[in-house]
């Protein structure tokens, strides 16, 4: 019979067991869904699901590899309409015991491999699907039928700046266009 899955909030890390691999299960209920939807500044949170894997890597390394499942109500940014988005996301971290340095800077790059962080000494699993969530949730939510609003704003007398003019090169092929024609 396999073990029953871990379905806490937080996991002490000194408390894994060692070499062994450990089966997630996070649904949180009612009241923690509201507080996250709260949290990230949506109306609803139907349903909320993380499901997966937490293994080790070598001796002192952890990875999480799971799925987060939810269903998520937000404001249509057009008509503030309700819109139901159901997500299934992968989520994976790696858990670094030494993780390399990050040097102090005014102005740095981000790494490429944003899944790696420092192993915690508590795992608030409730945090990571909060943060995955937070990252799958549609930008720009639009109700069934309901186009994107497109504004121009221009002085009188002046033609409005359009998307297309808005491109960085949109310049550039005009001149190009313009200097070709005067070749013929």
């Known amino acids: 019979m396999p073990a029953k899955p871990f379905s806490q909030d937080k996991l002490r890390i000194a408390d894994l067991p060692a070499g062994g691999t450990l089966d997630i299960l996070l649904e949180p209920n ?22 997966g894997k937490l293994r ?13 499942g ?39 790059e981000m790494p490429e491999d944003d899944t790696t962080e420092p192993l915690p000494a508590v795992l608030d699993l409730r945090a990571v699907v909060t943060e995955a969530l937070a990252l799958a949730l549609p930008p720009y939510p639009h109700a069934e039928g309901v186009d994107p609003v497109s504004r121009t704003f221009a002085e009188s007398g002046i033609a409005p700046l359009d998307d297309e003019a808005a491109k960085p090169f949109a310049g550039l092929a005009a001149l190009r266009d313009k200097l070709s024609d005067g070749d013929t």
């Open 30 to 51: 009612a009241e923690t869904r509201a507080a996250i939807a709260a949290e990230l500044g949506i109306p609803a949170l139907r349903k909320l699901r993380l499901s």
């Open 56 to 68: 080790p890597l070598g001796k002192a390394d952890w990875q999480l590899d799971a799925m987060l």
């Open 70 to 108: 939810a269903t998520v109500v937000q404001d249509c940014v057009v008509t503030l309409a309700p819109v139901t988005t159901r997500l299934d996301e992968p989520v994976e971290r790696i858990y670094l015991a030494n993780p390399p340095e990050i040097p102090e800077a005014d102005e740095m």
